[in-house]
């Protein structure tokens, strides 16, 4: 099972589409605004949002969907990475509600060898992520260093860091 990729393995124009989506709850989005402390009654309180919104209900907040992209991006994208060095841009499209499910997919916008340590580089992407009716609802640019395959070779291959079972 492949967790990311190498920098050799990426291709400009690739598209990499990210499964399982994942399904929304109200838990969820409560859970992420109160680890967060983001306590804004939009997210929080159905009667505000009801009555006081152009919504008529709760808005999951935003940052708990580019997390949810962040993380679902990783096995294809990330999950090699070196350091993640910048998020470019980050754009709310259109509002999500309890019970969406959303989608994401991630395209390769360009790779770049490092100036100054040959066993890696730097890929810049997008990532876009959409409902469960395919309308996107966040998009967010980003670059990340990634390891040539020499570097992961060097430190153990496939699976950095995995013990040998023994009795």
């Given at each position: 099972?492949?967790?990311g ?7 400009v124009?690739a ?15 409560h ?6 402390m983001?306590h ?16 008529g ?38 509002p999500?509600?309890h ?8 395209e390769v916008?360009?790779?770049t060898?490092?100036?100054?340590k ?10 876009r992520?959409y409902?469960?009716?395919g ?11 990634v390891?040539?395959?020499s570097y ?6 496939e ?8 009795e």
């Open positions: 099972m492949r967790f990729r190498y920098f050799e393995e990426f291709e124009g598209v990499y589409k990210h499964w399982p989506g994942k399904t929304v709850t109200e838990y969820d989005d859970l992420f605004c109160l680890l967060t983001n804004h009654p939009l997210h929080l309180d159905a009667h505000y949002a009801g009555e006081t919104t152009d919504f209900k709760n808005v999951v907040v935003g940052n708990y969907i580019y997390s949810l992209l962040l993380g679902m991006s990783v096995p294809d994208v990330s999950g090699k990475a070196i350091a993640n060095l910048e998020v470019e841009s980050l754009r709310h499209v259109k999500t509600f019970g969406d499910t959303i989608y994401g997919e991630t916008l360009d790779k060898p490092s100036k100054s040959d066993d890696r580089g730097v890929v810049y992407v997008e990532t992520g409902k469960q009716d309308e996107i609802v966040c998009v967010f640019r980003r670059k990340v260093m390891p040539k395959a992961g070779e060097a430190r153990g291959g699976q950095p860091g995995r013990p040998v079972p023994h």
